[in-house]
């Protein structure tokens, strides 16, 4: 084995190629790199990814079910009702049954719950302004609404069934 001497390559000088264009590997790089970005946020609230979002949904949407909750996150029925579990437990989070439907639990936010998640919000805008600073308005505009598109196209059932239509031809 030959020596030599070894000198990083400035990431932005290495050749991704396809890459590129590459969904998948672009957007496992920018969580990536969001996710270190907002490290410090997560211990200093002592969260853990995807508990501010839920708490966010519960707010904007009082009496949304733990299913329905599941499905706009992409996360399994297990892992929300953990989380929940825990909200409930430090008193963020109200589960009740409704008496129309007792199949489910119908999620709100406590009066802690709601302080904290008003607390948070603002927070989250100031993390939204960091994360986003390399983009100007229209292009942030532009960026969420094709997110919102793609995000769409992958919840609709009916594209689900197009997709493997398509690749079975």
């Given at each position: 084995?030959?020596?030599?001497?070894?000198?990083?390559?400035?990431?932005?000088?290495?050749?991704?190629?396809?890459?590129?264009?590459?969904?998948?590997?672009?957007?496992?790089?920018?969580?990536?790199?969001?996710?270190?970005?907002?490290?410090?946020?997560?211990?200093?609230?002592?969260?853990?990814?995807?508990?501010?979002?839920?708490?966010?949904?519960?707010?904007?949407?009082?009496?949304?079910?733990?299913?329905?909750?599941?499905?706009?996150?992409?996360?399994?029925?297990?892992?929300?009702?953990?989380?929940?579990?825990?909200?409930?437990a430090k008193g963020l989070v109200i589960r009740?049954?409704?008496?129309?439907?007792?199949?489910?639990?119908?999620?709100?936010?406590?009066?802690?719950?709601?302080?904290?998640?008003?607390?948070?919000?603002?927070?989250?805008?100031?993390?939204?302004?960091?994360?986003?600073?390399?983009?100007?308005?229209?292009?942030?505009?532009?960026?969420?609404?094709?997110?919102?598109?793609?995000?769409?196209?992958?919840?609709?059932?009916?594209?689900?069934?197009?997709?493997?239509?398509?690749?079975?031809?």
């Amino acid at each position: 084995m030959k020596d030599f001497d070894y000198e990083p390559v400035a990431a932005s000088k290495i050749e991704l190629g396809y890459l590129a264009g590459d969904i998948t590997f672009m957007a496992r790089v920018l969580f990536a790199h969001v996710r270190l970005a907002n490290a410090e946020f997560h211990r200093e609230w002592d969260t853990v990814s995807g508990t501010l979002s839920l708490l966010s949904l519960i707010g904007l949407n009082p009496g949304i079910s733990q299913n329905d909750l599941a499905s706009t996150v992409v996360m399994k029925k297990s892992a929300v009702t953990k989380l929940i579990g825990e909200l409930e437990a430090k008193g963020l989070v109200i589960r009740d049954k409704p008496k129309s439907d007792r199949r489910f639990n119908a999620l709100s936010l406590s009066l802690e719950g709601e302080a904290l998640w008003l607390e948070m919000r603002d927070r989250l805008q100031e993390r939204q302004e960091f994360l986003l600073q390399p983009l100007n308005t229209r292009d942030r505009d532009r960026l969420f609404a094709l997110l919102q598109r793609l995000v769409a196209y992958y919840a609709d059932p009916s594209a689900t069934s197009r997709r493997a239509d398509a690749t079975e031809h």
